[in-house]
């Protein structure tokens, strides 16, 4: 019998993949991987590995939840190494979670490769600091997606006294988003970022306030990363000072 790696394959840049990742993309015999799975780290894989596509379209699931759960268990009965690639880390709202359920409740070994996850690297990359001794001291990271019918939808109260707040798939709900949270008490002069691609050559960056977002919420494609807080403030300083440091870098070795 095989084994199933449930693999991050973080937010796109293909250098935040962790060398144990890289390791046993290279040793799949198959892998199923999710949409915003890059080439160059497909590229990592044997040329002889089936490489077998299961990602969102259009918010919509080509192959169903459940038929990927079997696939995985009819791989791991015929071939060795199984990897199940997915962005990000597997276990952040991933559905990794009810993978490995299903894995154990088969009797399919396997393991958690965890990966580099969006909810913080992007914010990263875009020059802001999920904490700023003084500023904030807490975050939370939430799902935007609409939960509708026999899903809980989120308690945005919850998090009125979070500092900074990071929202996963929060892109077509953000002006929901932006309301619930002035209603749950958060000062509507608060800054929000969008974060489009993040890590990647198209990432772009949208700053906005609460008040904006939920009365005329600025253009922004998914995916992207949604963080309300005044750490939100010091992105035009620290991006100011990376690309300093780029230039000082330039300079010193010119
Ligand atoms: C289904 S969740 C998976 C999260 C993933 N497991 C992780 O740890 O990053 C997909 C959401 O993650 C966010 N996301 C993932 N990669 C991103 C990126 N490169 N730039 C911006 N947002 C990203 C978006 O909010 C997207 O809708």
Sequence with gaps: ???????????????????????????????????????????????????????????????????????????????????????????VFGRGGEEALYLKEHGIPYEVVPGVSSAYS???????????????????????????????????????SIDTLVILMGVKNRQRIA???????????EPVAFIERGTTNEQRTVISTLREVASNPPEVKPPAIMVVGEVVRLQSDISQLLENVKNYEGAYHA
């Design 1 to 91: 019998m095989g084994k199933v790696y449930l693999v991050g394959a973080g937010p796109g840049d293909p250098e935040l993949l962790t060398l144990k990742a890289v390791r046993v993309i290279s040793e799949a015999d198959v892998i199923l991987y999710d949409r915003l799975i890059g080439e160059e780290v497909l590229n990592f894989a044997k040329p002889d590995c089936k490489l077998i596509y299961v990602g969102k379209e259009d918010g919509k699931h080509t192959i169903p939840q459940e038929e990927i759960n079997k696939l995985l268990v009819y791989y791991a009965s015929t071939h060795r190494n199984i990897v199940r690639l997915k962005g990000g880390d597997p276990f």
């Design 179 to 189: 309301k619930e949270l002035i209603e749950a008490g958060r000062v509507p002069d």
């Design 122 to 160: 992007v914010p990263a990359y875009a020059g802001i600091p999920l904490t700023f001794r003084g500023i904030a001291s807490s975050f939370a990271v939430i799902t935007g997606h609409e939960c509708t019918g026999k899903e809980k939808r989120v308690n945005w109260r919850a998090f009125g």
